[in-house]
């Protein structure tokens, strides 16, 4: 059965970290293979409100075995 989870922006963050590092790849690894800057690789990773949300997801997605589904937007009554 398919399992799935959400997760917000900032946790994003901490997953294209964790993934990465379990990956065994450094900073410097990860912005070549996803040709980007080592700051832009930081930023993604450290600072959860900086917009980077696609390269979180193409880090995520290349260094886990998961898929990132989304953006999700929900709409509640006022």
């Avoid at 832009?40 to 696609?54: G, H």
Wanted: hydrophobic residues 40%.
């Amino acid at each position: 059965m398919l399992q799935m989870k959400s997760v917000r922006e900032d946790q994003l963050a901490r997953l294209a970290k964790k993934y990465r590092e379990v990956a065994g790849k450094t900073r410097a690894q990860a912005a070549r293979e996803m040709k980007v800057s080592q700051t832009s690789v930081f930023q993604a990773e450290e600072i959860p409100n900086q917009a980077l949300t696609k390269l979180r997801v193409r880090m995520i997605e290349a260094y886990s075995g998961f898929k990132v589904i989304g953006p999700v937007f929900l709409l509640e009554r006022k």
